[in-house]
């Protein structure tokens, strides 16, 4: 190891190049500070190396092949398809790089110092990076950490069938059986993806049901059955192991144990904070029971010039928070007044159709106030879905009786994930039914479904039925 003479000053450090980190060190260089990024691995993090952007090629592919059976109400007759796997990592893997050059691209013209090495704190002041025998130190005036979290692997077992949101998107051949055990997101576009890219899939849900609002599970289970997917619900996780090309999962019911067998199996893990080894037991910076850094609305750590972002903190671990915390992490390191919230994160599951949500489900609602009103209008009923043959879905909207604002929407349907911005920026300006009524809709399109909606929160919706308005 040859150790640096000399400490080089900077005014930003960050540990960690996933989306947090390096939106964090260009808002930061736009700022005008000196700005070193240290990575170990490659700029993107998990989100852009292995999950995010790998993931979603294969819910596109999914979306794509299943459409393909469509084709001939268009008049396009297909006579012979396939998927071909190789093909797809190949474009998968061609994704990844082009994405991560942009992100390498876009550091360099903001003359960005990226590192590639293992930091650790050595003071308040200093941190050490290795890079194979080089070893630098850096002195800082602020630092941030964005480390990300690993996987916890407790009670499965080391088996190349037992397969985990870093290694599904990676497989070399659809699985005959996927067994899929978890409630979340990744889960629910696992089982999606891989039944449409013609798997058999069991999925088995911790919970009772999804954690999304009652008419979107009761929609997602009704889809899902239709799959042919067999769902367990209320299900826990008693053992899981792979051998003689055969998954074995055996699950605590309400009525015993049942054990499933498939070619392989998908479990959802729980994360732990990438904190070991970076030197933050030698500072007073605080965490919580399991090792999360706690921060403040600013991102600030109990040590104010050392801030932490995205999946290392005690927040939600999605990449759309990270990026948020990064900016405000830069800005505030720059003396401005910028925090972040977590009121109106948005959810978003890349299923076939898509599901989209943002503010407070029925139930939450129904907790939060008074009275509230509830709305829903089935895409089915908008030209445009019957035009482009995608008429599943709805779009729900939710407000409070006495203010009017809207409070909550729910989409699941064709176009549902690029339509709920408009949702969120209506949430954050604390729109009122008025407010998303007035504006004109494109014509014809699935956005007019959102208007649809909110009218019928008041009887004014054209395309229900009278027995569901009431005149205003």
């Known amino acids: 190891m040859v150790v640096g003479e000399l400490a080089q000053e900077r005014n930003v450090v960050i540990i960690g190049g996933g989306p947090g980190g390096y939106h964090a060190a260009i808002r930061a260089a736009q700022l005008g500070l000196s700005v070193t990024l240290v990575e170990k691995l490659n700029l993107g993090g998990v989100c852009l190396n292995e999950g995010c952007i790998p993931s979603k090629v294969f819910t596109t592919s999914a979306k794509k092949y299943s459409d393909l059976s469509n084709f001939h109400d268009f008049g396009i007759e297909l006579e012979d398809f396939k998927l071909n796997l190789m093909q797809l990592h190949q474009y998968k893997n061609k994704v990844v790089a082009q994405l991560r050059s942009g992100v390498e691209a876009l550091c360099k013209a903001n003359k960005v110092d990226v590192v590639n090495g293992t930091a650790y704190f050595i003071s308040e002041e200093k941190i050490g990076v290795e890079s194979g025998h080089q070893f630098d130190v850096y002195k800082f ?150 090792g999360f850094i706690m921060t403040n609305s600013k991102c600030q750590t109990s040590v104010p010039h050392i801030l932490a972002i995205g999946d290392v903190t005690t927040t939600h671990k999605l990449a759309v928070i990270a990026i948020k915390q990064g900016k405000v992490a830069a800005e505030v390191i720059a003396g401005m007044n910028s925090e972040y919230d977590d009121i109106h994160i948005p959810t978003v599951i890349h299923a076939n159709p898509p599901i989209a949500t943002v503010g407070l489900t029925e139930e939450q609602a129904k907790f939060e106030y008074k009275e509230i009103k509830v709305s829903q209008a089935p895409i089915q009923s908008n030209g445009f879905a019957s035009v482009i043959g995608n008429k599943d879905g709805f779009i729900k909207t939710i407000s409070d009786a006495e203010s009017g604002i809207i409070v909550g929407v729910h989409m699941m349907g064709h176009g549902a994930i690029e339509l709920l911005s408009t949702s969120i920026i209506g949430l954050e300006m604390v729109a009122r039914e008025e407010d998303f009524s007035f504006p004109y809709y494109a014509h014809p399109s699935i956005n007019e479904s959102l208007l649809e909606s909110v009218e019928g929160l008041n009887g004014k919706a054209i395309h229900l039925p009278p027995k569901s308005k009431q005149l205003v």
């Open 141 to 290: 005036k602020n630092a941030i950490i964005a480390a990300g979290a690993s996987l916890h692997k407790s009670a499965v077992t080391d088996s190349e069938l037992i397969l985990d949101e870093r290694t599904i998107y990676s497989l070399e051949k659809i699985p005959d059986h996927l067994i899929v055990y978890g409630s979340d997101y990744i889960s629910i576009e696992v089982a999606m993806v891989f039944q449409q890219l013609g798997a058999k899939v069991s999925i088995c849900l911790q919970e009772e049901d999804f954690k999304l609002d009652t008419s979107i599970n009761r929609e997602l289970t009704r889809m899902l059955k239709k799959a042919k997917i067999k769902i367990y619900k209320g299900s826990k996780l008693r053992s899981v192991r792979g051998d003689n090309e055969v998954a074995q999962v055996t699950i605590e019911m309400k009525n015993g144990e049942v054990t499933l067998e498939g070619s392989h199996c998908f479990v959802s893990r729980e994360k732990k904070p990438n904190i070991e080894g970076l030197g933050i037991d030698r500072l007073p910076i605080q965490c919580d029971q399991d």
